[in-house]
T-cell receptor
Framework: RKEVEQDPGPFNVPEGATVAFNCTYS??????FFWYRQDCRKEPKLLMS???SGNEDGRFTAQLNRASQYISLLIRDSKLSDSATYLC????????????FGAGTTVTVRA | GAGVSQSPSNKVTEKGKDVELRCDPI?????LYWYRQSLGQGLEFLIY????????KSGLPSDRFSAERTGGSVSTLTIQRTQQEDSAVYLC????????????FGPGTRLTVL
């Protein structure tokens, strides 16, 4: 079983819609969680960290469910510029340098 | 300021040849990481440097892969006797002090082994 699994999508949504997707992780001891964004043929960039209590950053909301071992990302009021692949990332300890990446979920926002 | 840079951006080589990939981290970042991204796959951790030392080489796929870092700055990833399965995008990242800090990625080197 892969350490981090994601639905590859694609999720095709109209502008203004809300889109949400999950990521599951296999190691119950995982401590740190992140969402990275990767545009086509570009490098990954940190979108947001995911905290136990859940957190928002503008139109983006991340949630962590430790009991079921998944994290989620919700994008409200989708923009064309949100089209990208979203990578779920976990680490084994709070300060682990080794990031474990999911294969990504592709989101396409259409006009 | 300048981000992480990598060269070359693209490399096409013949099976059996050696290749060297270069990474210039963000100035002041002591930690440096190499990852590999194959088509449709997540990023795969290869190696981590803290300064010039590599405390974790566990991700290197085989002994054909090696990496070094000099002066606490530039790093090179060398793949000897390349195989077709080595074809991937090789990404370098750097961070402050290594542990728990955001990793900033370079644009990657796309390696194609014919």
């Amino acid at each position: 079983r892969k350490e981090v699994e994601q639905d590859p999508g694609p999720f095709n949504v109209p502008e203004g819609a809300t889109v949400a997707f999950n990521c599951t992780y296999s190691n119950s001891a995982s401590q740190s969680f992140f969402w990275y964004r990767q545009d086509c043929r570009k490098e990954p960039k940190l979108l947001m960290s995911v905290y136990s209590s859940g957190n928002e950053d503008g139109r983006f909301t991340a949630q962590l469910n430790r009991a079921s071992q998944y994290i989620s990302l919700l994008i409200r009021d989708s923009k064309l510029s949100d089209s990208a692949t979203y990578l779920c990332v976990v680490t084994r300890t709070l300060n682990d340098y080794k990031l474990s990446f999911g294969a990504g979920t592709t989101v396409t926002v259409r006009a | 300021g300048a981000g992480v840079s990598q060269s070359p951006s693209n490399k096409v080589t013949e099976k059996g040849k050696d290749v060297e990939l270069r990474c210039d981290p963000i100035s002041g970042h002591t930690a440096l990481y190499w990852y590999r991204q194959s088509l449709g796959q997540g990023l795969e951790f290869l190696i981590y440097f803290q300064g010039n030392s590599a405390p974790d080489k566990s991700g290197l796929p085989s002994d054909r892969f090696s990496a070094e870092r000099t002066g606490g700055s530039v790093s090179t990833l060398t793949i000897q006797r390349t195989q077709q399965e080595d074809s991937a995008v090789y990404l370098c990242a750097s961070s402050l002090a290594g542990i728990g800090n955001e990793q900033f990625f370079g644009p990657g080197t796309r390696l194609t082994v014919l």
